[in-house]
């Protein structure tokens, strides 16, 4: 093609010859997007409040724990019980910051324009995946690393609790993941974002609601082996149970008692099943998604 | 140069069949993909980059089969939809950013291109602000950019005028005009209305209920396209019968007359007729040939 000659005015249309990468490239940006989208980051001011207001809130055991350790030489909290304490935290986060990860591409249809580049459906789909992983991730990470730099720096009598927070970031990839999937997945359902944030919300307190009350139930009727059961209706305590308490042999969040012997098991074999079932239903959702 | 090509494209769907056994070749340049809504234009855009999977037949974008190399293709493609398609949350230039690293482009070149192009489609001091404010003129601008922001070999533009006024679309014909031969970037352009292809494609493709009805270059439409809409403010029926007595052909078309140009001298006929007949004139113009027109005519051609 001839490139026009003899014009002043315009440096007119430049061609580009530099590198193409390839789609791993391209889903690590949509991965990046994303995650920067779930903070609201080159967002509105607006869309930053509820995101930073949460981690705020997520950060304050740590901050109250630090103080205790300083003023009254007491130990703080349990870094393995962090997530369960503070699951109503983690679960409004998901809830609140999931449909936002996915909903916009979908009501505003997006999508077509994503799979018009060399991205397959699996990228995109991974890239979501990711970044939410990567957001609860450092939501629950960042408080337990906070508290144990502060436990570090106080140095109480008495060995530094360096297996039990390593143990707890081990758990905090097992909850990222899972809440991940569980989130994305329900949200991806729905283009509106409210229903999505609403349908989160929902399941997480149905869980927690029929887990709780089945034990009370079972307790109360002396079957306390069933009782323990009940426990792993709630997502939060299935992570507990396979990841702190099954792998590393940490002890249960407050006062629960998970089933002995192959409650970890089945608390492991829980997860993977509802990380498996959470991504066969969000590559369907897609499949179907893009054929229209 | 064979852009791209279509052999015996096949495309059914449970209720419909879309394509029907279509064989197209497109050379580079601007070209027109002229059908009515439901045609079949989407489905062999989604065809051509390789989203869908025909039922029948092949297809090749420059040189690659759809079938098998589709992320190739994607590459160095560029895709404008007909529907919207841009978050409001974002700003065009976060947005034309994101998207040229979609496609492939390393941070930086992906900063300059969009800087680049958003410049070309005529976006100024607005790309920094939310595209939820935009207007249709403006969006469609962001949907063109993206579309060309890793500088594609060939970009697919679906109905890029749909909802823009008159200045509009004239700006975004000159825009296609210069993409085509400007930037030398192939461009396979779909609307509905072949008057406004005329103006800056090459070769026109009709395609009706996924059957090809023509392929031509656009001096063979033109010659078919001889004819002047005129309207005249009262007296319409005076002005047809006038000019049927003096050998024209005329055709009522609403408020206005469509009058077959058979030779130069009609124009001077028309002149005087309107003139004595002491019509006050409204409008004298080229036809634009409408889709319909196509089909009225024999497809012999």
Known sequence: MSEPTGVIHDIGYRHYDGARLGRGHATAALAVHSLRGIFGLGRTA?????????VGVMLLPAVVSIAIMALIKQEGMRYTEYAVIMQAVLAIFLASQSPYAVAPDLRFRVLPLYLSRPVTLWDYV?????????????LLA??????????VVIDLPGDTHTVEYLTSM????????????????????TPRRGLGVASVIA?????????????????????DAAAAWAWLINPFFVVDAAVHVGIFGATPASNVIYPPGAGSLVAGVIMIALIGLSVTALIARYRKAASR | MTILATEGLTRRFPRVTALDQLTVTVGPGVTGLVGANGAGKSTLIKILLGLLEPSAGRAQVLGMDTATKGAEI????????EHDCLPPDLSATEFTVHMAQMSG??????????????????LYEERYRAMGGYSTGMKQRVKLAQALVHDPRLVLLDEPTNGLDPQGRDEMLALIRRIGSEFGISVLVTSHLLGELERVCDHVIVID???????????????????????????????????????ETVTPHGRMLLVHVRAPETFDVLRDAVCELDLCLVRLEQGRQRIEDVFREPVNV
């Open chain 1, 170 to 189: 081990a758990g905090a990839a097992g909850y990222a993941l899972l809440l991940a999937c569980l989130g994305i997945a329900v949200a991806s359902f």
């Open chain 1, 203 to 223: 399941l997480y307190l149905l869980a927690s609601a029929v887990s709780t009350v089945l034990f009370g139930v079972l307790e109360s009727m002396g079957d």
């Open chain 2, 74 to 81: 994607r590459r160095i493609v560029g895709y404008m939809p």
């Open chain 2, 209 to 247: 209920g996924g059957k090809l009805l023509r392929s031509s270059a656009i001096g063979e439409f033109t010659q078919q396209t001889q004819t002047v809409t005129v309207e005249v403010e009262e007296g319409q029926d005076a002005l047809a019968a006038r000019l049927g007595e003096l050998g």
């Open chain 1, 46 to 54: 607006r869309s930053k409040i509820i995101p930073f207001v949460l």
């Open chain 1, 126 to 138: 991974g890239a979501k995946l990711a970044a939410m992983t990567a957001a609860m991730f450092l």
């Open chain 1, 142 to 151: 960042v408080p337990l690393t906070v508290l144990f730099v502060g436990e």
């Open chain 2, 105 to 122: 482009l390393p941070r930086t070149a992906a900063r300059e291109r969009a800087a680049d192009v958003l410049r070309h489609v005529g």
